[in-house]
């Protein structure tokens, strides 16, 4: 572990950027173990001393020169950084744990320390918390913020074999021999529930988009730096930034990037992207190719399972008024999201969605009344639902609701027929595909595999070992003139927030009002592709007609209604809401075999 420097001290008090990026470089060049204590006590002194307490913040430039920082004195950095290791040496007897290697108990311990000497009372979800600078000066530490406490915690005790592992909104460590042990140190969200200690294999078997079904960003040394300049925040509020703290992270995050930790970190990537947008650095890639090398990271290195490389370019696109390829890109992101299941801590990527699908969408269309003209934009509609409703098909909490169907009714309607009819909608069939799957699994290589395009789901590649818990389509078709409003129809529309409609009761008036699907195969999650960004929206040629593959049950059932002449959006609303009566089987990491048990009722989320 490096510590100060005699070439560090030099540097105090330190009252520039350029002066923290030396340290930074010097730590991370001259030593395979960079000292993170340090190096987080700096920047969060910068960043607290920037944006807590300070009202004012400078809206109208967005390039500066070398901005003057507050000077932070060395005696007070080396004073608060004996406290930590005071903190951690004091409370931590190395002689119960004599051992190389770190242990499940050795965690538990400097995770105790840290959460024991937390304030009990404070807002955990509020900025700036996450540096060690925050937790010596306030006791206050995010959800992070924990983790990474106790990462350099063990650092600071010798551990070398602990390191942090990051999902899209949480953390937790992995350590071991060989780093294949796993361990809860922090909480998520705004409750306090304590798995600390606990594996979080559970997790990750939940198919919780929380755990991002094992691909966790799982960092080195020099990644974990990466993490303390990726979490800073320049905000000062909703709306405005400290600007000084924002370039300061630019300019560590670039060379973070010269030095090749930013390969593997896709969110740090984004985090760059967007700095650039707002202040472009001269002689520094743009920031569509930041967020387009994050998308690669994320597919190369963790199987396609991170949402929000997707997210962050289609921000991008969108702000900039390439809207048809945005809505590509947000069709790519609900791809990603239907590997997972839908649960209650997933409330952050949930609200990520609702805003694309309830602003951002209707906007889109709006100000772009060409994208009307386009069939394949009606398609990247249909799959960035179709994406969604299989996220919901699976998990114990319900996803669509009322709100998220007058959205979608209402945009699909602004697409005249003509233009829906030339959209090839092909439906999943679990069956006729299992064995061609198979025969395309043996001969596609894996980089074949990685470069599959949206639009062809028939060339998914099936992961061996996943278990298969689709249920079988259900056509529902609901004739576009229905007849007047029969006095049970309410009871009707009440009972669709629990099951799927049945086609039969429908058409004719005659069975039972509900039908419960039989389960079937769950196809392999679709692989997603970057098209070329076109410069602007053209129309479509008349012998255009995007193909595509819809997977969940919802979406399968309403194919006749998206293409009919004209649109039953009562129909389409009620399908949309329904909720499946059949729990889905989880997928096991060594059985292909479908647990299928009775669903419980569920209330609807409002």
């Known amino acids: 572990m490096a510590g100060f420097r005699d070439e560090d001290k030099a540097l105090f008090p330190i009252q520039s950027i350029s002066s923290i990026v030396r340290i930074f470089q010097n730590q991370l060049e001259n030593s395979s173990e960079p000292d993170l204590a340090l190096l987080s006590i700096l920047v969060g002194a910068v960043e607290n001393s920037l944006t807590c307490n300070r009202t004012f913040a400078s809206q109208e430039t967005t390039v500066f020169d070398e901005p003057k920082l507050p000077a932070v004195e060395f005696h007070i950095a080396e004073a608060l950084y004996t406290k930590f290791h005071a903190v951690i040496k004091g409370a931590v007897d190395l002689t119960v744990y004599d051992t190389r290697y770190a242990t499940r108990e050795l965690v538990k311990k400097v995770s105790d320390v840290i959460w024991n000497s937390l304030t009990r009372s404070y807002y955990k979800d509020r900025a700036h918390l996450q540096s060690l600078y925050s937790y010596l000066t306030a006791n206050k530490l995010d959800c992070f913020g924990v983790a990474f406490a106790v990462v350099a915690g063990c650092q600071v005790l010798g551990f070398k074999d602990v390191h942090l592992a990051m999902s899209e909104d949480h953390a937790w460590v992995v350590y071991g021999e060989d780093g294949t042990e796993t361990a809860e140190v922090t909480w998520h969200g705004k409750g306090n529930e304590d798995k600390r200690g606990q594996p979080v294999e559970p997790g990750v078997a939940s198919r919780s988009w929380l755990y991002v079904n094992g691909q966790a960003v799982v960092c080195s040394r020099a990644m974990e730096v990466a993490t303390i300049v990726s979490a800073i925040n320049p905000s000062l509020s909703a709306t405005s930034d400290a600007a000084e703290v924002a370039l300061l992270q630019q300019e560590l995050l670039w060379l973070l990037y010269d030095l090749g930790h930013l390969a593997k970190y896709p969110m740090a990537l984004g985090n760059l992207g967007d700095l650039e947008e707002a202040a472009p650095t001269p002689g520094r890639p743009p920031a569509i190719d930041l967020f387009q090398e994050a998308i690669r990271s994320a597919r190369k290195y963790y199987g396609n399972a991170h949402v929000y490389p997707y997210t962050y370019q289609g921000g991008y696109l969108y702000r900039h008024g390439l809207h048809a390829n945005a809505l590509s890109s947000w069709a790519d992101a609900a791809d990603v999201l239907r590997k997972y299941d839908y649960s209650r801590d997933d409330g952050e990527i949930y609200k990520e969605l609702l805003e694309i699908a309830n602003e951002l969408i209707p906007h889109t269309v709006r100000a772009d009344e060409r994208l009307l003209r386009q069939p394949r934009c009606f398609a990247y509609l249909l799959r960035f639902y179709d994406g969604i409703c299989q996220w919901e098909e699976g998990a114990n909490t319900p996803v669509l609701h009322i709100g998220w169907a007058r959205p979608l009714v209402n945009t699909i309607s602004k697409f005249d027929a003509s233009i829906r009819a030339q959209v090839i909608i092909d439906c999943y069939d679990v069956e006729a595909k299992q064995e061609e799957e198979k025969s395309q699994k043996r001969e596609t290589s894996p980089e074949e595999t990685l470069n599959n395009n949206n639009n062809n789901y028939c060339k998914t590649k099936e992961r061996g070992n996943a278990a298969r818990d689709l249920i079988k389509s259900l056509e529902s078709k609901v004739p576009p003139n229905p007849a007047p409003m029969h006095p049970s129809i309410q009871a009707l529309t009440a009972a669709c927030s629990e099951k799927i409609l049945n086609r039969d009761y429908l058409l004719q008036g005659g069975g039972e009002p509900f039908v419960a699907p039989s389960d079937d195969a769950l196809p392999p999650a679709p692989s997603t592709s970057q098209e070329n960004l076109d410069p602007e929206v053209e129309t479509d040629s008349e012998h255009e007609r995007p193909r ?41 990491r060594n059985t292909d075999e479908v647990g299928v048990s009775q669903r419980p009722k569920r209330t609807r989320r409002e």
């Open 548 to 588: 595509i593959t819809l997977y969940s049950q919802k979406m399968k059932g309403l194919k006749d209604l998206l293409l009919a002449e004209k649109l039953n959006t009562h129909a389409i609303s009620l399908q949309l809401t329904a909720q499946s009566q059949v729990q889905i089987g989880k997928k096991s």
